[in-house]
């Protein structure tokens, strides 16, 4: 790393190899030449006459080594032009195929195509790390499926649900995260060879007018780049729609990510979670005690920096004019690499939050006490009056009264909640005594939370993840650089 210039975190921070190399000048480059190469294969086999030496030589040639990327610096300083930089640079290691590389093409034919490949294989590697993280954190709420929690509503006390049962939340959206970004996935179609404009002019003079031949051209490039199908029309690009349908799901996932890095963070206030805290880690460097939740944090920092990336895809295709204007270019550059870097960045952080999540159920047993004598009252009233006897209002207005007493001991004398123990300690509700501990169970007040955990993980989780068990299996710890 070179410590005199800037370096964006994303790449030399946070960011896992395999991402950064997709978006790396070496990738990028090495792609262009794929599609030069697969163009001479198509146009070879359509007639055009190109030699067998000349194919060998760009095969051969593919990926660049430091000269060759300093030979195209120099021809870009020189030419005011990357794709014809590279045109050069190309020609001089495959010199037999000089004069006819990028034959009948526009730049975007490799620029555009190539960001659809990019696209595509990003999403790839998303979706590999998203069932992961989906796997992780589904075997979070199987293990605490049936473990009480007091569920908060506006952050106020609300009805016990467990803490496998909150996981679930998490995990619904992230497989509605994944679906979405196996659609967008699914839908990419390949700019293909179109020309200058879109019309396919230069191609039909290369073939002297045969359209038969510049259609089987631009289904041939197609298939050679590995897509099935290839945008029946386009401008000079592609349009750059499709970089919204693309980017809004990943944006979307950081809704979620923020959302479930959220909820940790509150939950480590209260203390009953919290997310890994490593044996060496500070968390301040003035408060020796402190127990940051950094992770969560960053996971909540990154996810506003992906959602306004989702703008800049959608201002830039509104603001294109024609058949095309180069003011998406350096917005593209910055923008397309970004969000997949901070959504694989986002999927980093979330796995190694899930594989060490930690649990405090005595705290949360503390927590329950406090609540659940006022939630339990309705249970109380209901007993006393339908096993022995007794009037309803009467009961209510017993219970009243000492939930009073209790809610006086809590809020201004800043004791605990007693109202359990005055419940025991009058005559009136000594016909319940006996079942008292039995009304008090916390796990009688989370209804069918552990079985919904069940189900969910069967009927919705597991077949969604069957797809991606050999990469799950395969799927080692992550550990955080920084």
């Known amino acids: 790393m070179d410590h005199d210039t800037y370096q964006t975190p994303l790449a030399s921070r946070y960011a896992s190899k395999e991402m950064s190399h997709l978006f790396s000048s070496a990738m990028r480059f090495y792609t262009w030449r794929k599609l030069w190469l697969n163009l001479a294969i198509a146009e070879k086999e359509l007639g055009l006459h190109i030699t067998d030496e000349a194919i060998e030589q760009m095969q051969a040639n593919l990926h660049l080594d430091a000269h060759q990327f300093k030979v195209a610096a ?24 000089a004069g006819i590389i990028h034959l009948g ?33 589904s075997a979070f709420a199987a293990q605490y499926r049936a473990l009480p929690t007091l569920g908060f509503t506006h952050f106020q006390p609300a009805q016990l649900t467990t803490v496998g049962k909150r996981a679930t939340l998490w995990i619904q959206e992230l497989l509605w995260d994944l679906q979405a970004i196996q659609r ?106 402190k127990r940051n939740p950094m992770r969560s944090e960053r996971v909540c920092s990154l996810a506003r920096h992906l ?49 060490g999540l930690v649990v405090y159920p005595m705290v949360i047993a ?44 809590v809020k201004h004398e800043g004791g605990q909640n007693d109202l359990v123990e005055r419940v025991r300690k009058d005559p009136y509700f000594a016909p319940i005594l006996p079942e008292l501990d039995g009304l008090l169970d916390a796990g009688t007040f989370v209804g069918r939370a552990p079985e919904q955990v069940d189900e969910f993980l069967a009927e919705w989780v597991q077949p969604a993840l069957e797809p991606y068990q050999k990469v799950i299996a395969a799927a080692e710890a992550v550990e955080l650089n920084v």
Not at 346 to 351: A, F, K, M, R
Request: glycine share 6%; proline share 2%; net charge negative.
């Open 184 to 289: 967008a996935r699914d839908d990419l179609g390949f700019r293909g060879v179109k020309g200058t404009t879109g019309t396919q002019a230069s191609f039909l003079a290369l073939f002297h007018g045969d359209h038969e031949k510049v259609k089987a051209l631009d289904k041939r490039v197609t298939d050679l780049m590995g897509f099935s199908y290839a945008y029946p029309v386009s401008g000079q690009t592609y349009s750059r729609k499709v970089d919204v349908q693309v980017i809004a799901p990943l944006a979307s996932f950081g809704a979620t990510a923020h959302k479930i890095a959220t909820d940790i963070r509150l939950l480590a206030h209260l203390k009953e979670v919290e997310e890994p805290f490593e044996k060496d880690q500070i968390g301040s460097s003035a408060m020796a005690y």
């Open 307 to 355: 959602w306004a990336l989702q703008n800049n895809t959608l201002t830039t295709a509104g603001t294109q004019w024609f058949e095309r204007t180069l003011d998406d270019s350096a917005n593209r550059r910055i923008t397309i690499p970004e969000a997949f870097l901070t959504t694989d960045i986002l999927l980093s952080t979330l796995q190694n939050i899930s594989e």
């Open 366 to 409: 503390s927590r329950i006490a406090q609540e659940l004598p006022f939630m339990a009252t309705e249970n109380i009233i209901m007993t006393m009056v339908e096993k022995h006897g007794a009037d309803r209002q009467e009961c209510h207005e017993a219970v009243r009264v000492l939930s009073h007493q209790a809610a006086q001991v």
């Open 74 to 97: 120099q021809e870009e300083k020189k030419r005011r032009h990357d794709v014809m930089a590279h045109v050069h640079t190309f020609g001089t290691v495959a010199p037999a195929a």
């Open 105 to 137: 093409a526009t730049s975007c034919y490799v620029t555009d195509n190539a960001d659809l490949i990019f696209l595509r294989d990003g999403c790839n590697l998303i979706l590999d790390k998203l069932a992961v993280v989906i796997h992780r954190f």
